[in-house]
Structures are given as structure tokens and as C-alpha cells.
């Protein structure tokens, strides 16, 4: 498998470490008043879906980025690859 | 008053040198480093310190050869700055007075060690070390990667022949074993 990494161009797979959903990335509020429960969700319960999945890789043989790449788990086709700091910027992760 | 002698990274008051038939492997002692990473929101002036410092900021996957300071992209705004120990003992201090609040710096000279790889054989060599796309380099371009599990900068530089390794200076003893297999097996 070969991953498209934004900035180094094609890399083979074996050259990263798969870090789970892409999810991680939406930490809980731990000040909301459903803060256990959202916590429970986040630390454990996880999609596992046959078809397309946003996951978190890290680069960890190349430049030690993490990466968010969208994979087809049934095909292992990748549609997207992204920075995962881009990703978690745009979603207001950047204090 | 104390009287300290100083060691290389392979533990020997001279640098190690290790020649075969076509290729020669240097440890190089005279590397000052540190580590510069822009601060969110000052990466514009990062920048143009660093472009006045190299003549250039290096982008992903390159290094500005430069002297006396020369660097290496390392991540997405960050870079690793090296100069000649003798002269730039404390390159750190130096280029934090310089960035100020632009950038964090952090003294690498003491985490790294330093080989040079020279001679017709520096690409053979380098495919059985690691995965980088040796013959398809040019001058300046620098690339993370893995030799002997250990995490590596690879740099070509000016010369066709000539490679530079930045590894983890606690493992320089084993990284050193890896280049002299390495070149065992293509001499």
C-alpha cells in the first residue's frame, strides 16, 4: 500500500504506523455535563466500518508527521491524504 | 579545578575513520546543532530570519548547504541548523538571541552523531542501509529515515559520492556497526 504524504510524495505504508480513527482527534469537553459518558465513547467505542474510513497514520520511519488518510478498508484504496494538524486546525484544535 | 577531556560520539579523543576499498566511512566531530521550530502565528518572521541566517529556508525534504550556518527541514516549520562546532560551539544560544520569540530553540549537538560516507560505493552501500531513493538525489536534498531501527537524517551533499548520517549519538556505537556491515558487504 502507498501512501500519498502531502508533503514527501508517494511512501510506502511500511513506513508509517497506524494510529486509529481519525476521530481521536475530536477530544471531549471535559467541562460538559456529559463529560463521562463522552469520555467512555472516546476511549472506546469505535467504528468499524466496511467501506470508507478517515484514519490517523503516523509517519514514524520518514518525518514523524501524523497524517490523516482516508482509506477503503474492503479495497485499501486511499481517496484523501492530509495533515493531520491542518485537519484538527480547521476544526478549531489550533490553541 | 577539573581537567576533562573531551570524547567523540564513538568514545575516542580522535575521530574514528573507517576506509575500504571503495568507500570510506568519518565520524564527524565538528557539527554544532540545534533545533529550530516556529512558533504558531510568528512563522513569517521565523522565516525570514532563517532565509538571512542560509540564504534560503530549506522545504520538505531539503537542506540549504550552506556556510558557516547550513540547515534541514525536519517537519512542517520546524528545521534542524547546523555550523562547525569549533566556531559555533553555542549555535543554540546564538540563534535563539537571533529568533527571540519566533521561534523555540533547542541544543541538539549532544543527541546526534555524525558519519560521513564517501567513495563510488556510497549508493550501494546506502540501498542496503536504508529505504531513501539514493540515486535519484541531488545535491541538498535530505531525508528522515530508518537504519538499523534507528531513526536518520540522510543528506547528499555537493559531492555525487558523498552522504552525510545524522543518528541518535546514545546508538552511535550500533549505527557505526551498521555502516561497516553495510560497506563489508559492498567492498
Known sequence: MIIEHPLLGPRDSAEFTYMGDARLIDRPDASSETAARDFYEYGYLRENPAGWHDELWFHEAGDRSWLVVTRNTLTHEISKVEMARDVARSRGRSK | ?187
Open chain 2, 1 to 187: 579545578m577539573h581537567d576533562l577531556i573531551s570524547t567523540t560520539a564513538l568514545g575516542g579523543t580522535e575521530p574514528q575513520i573507517n576506509t575500504f576499498p571503495h568507500v570510506t566511512i568519518t565520524e564527524n566531530d565538528g557539527v554544532a546543532l540545534a533545533s529550530v521550530a516556529a512558533r504558531m502565528g510568528h512563522e513569517k518572521a521565523c522565516h525570514a530570519a532563517l532565509k538571512k541566517l542560509l540564504g534560503a529556508v530549506p522545504g520538505p525534504g531539503r537542506a540549504q548547504l550552506h556556510d558557516p550556518e547550513a540547515g534541514f527541514w525536519m517537519g512542517p516549520d520546524q528545521w534542524m541548523i547546523g555550523a562547525p562546532k569549533a566556531s559555533h560551539e553555542l549555535l543554540a544560544d546564538t540563534l535563539k538571541d537571533l529568533l527571540g520569540d519566533a521561534a523555540s530553540v533547542t541544543e541538539q549537538s549532544g543527541a546526534w552523531v555524525c558519519f560521513d560516507i564517501t567513495g563510488p560505493a556510497m549508493p550501494e552501500m546506502c540501498e542496503r542501509l536504508c529505504g531513501v531513493p539514493i540515486r535519484q538525489m541531488q545535491s541538498g536534498d535530505a531525508q528522515r529515515t530508518v537504519i538499523h531501527q534507528l531513526g536518520c537524517f540522510v543528506i547528499r551533499r555537493e559531492a555525487d559520492d558523498h552522504i552525510r548520517v545524522f543518528g541518535p549519538r546514545a546508538s552511535a556505537a550500533t549505527l557505526h556497526h551498521a555502516l561497516i556491515t553495510a560497506a563489508k558487504s559492498v567492498a
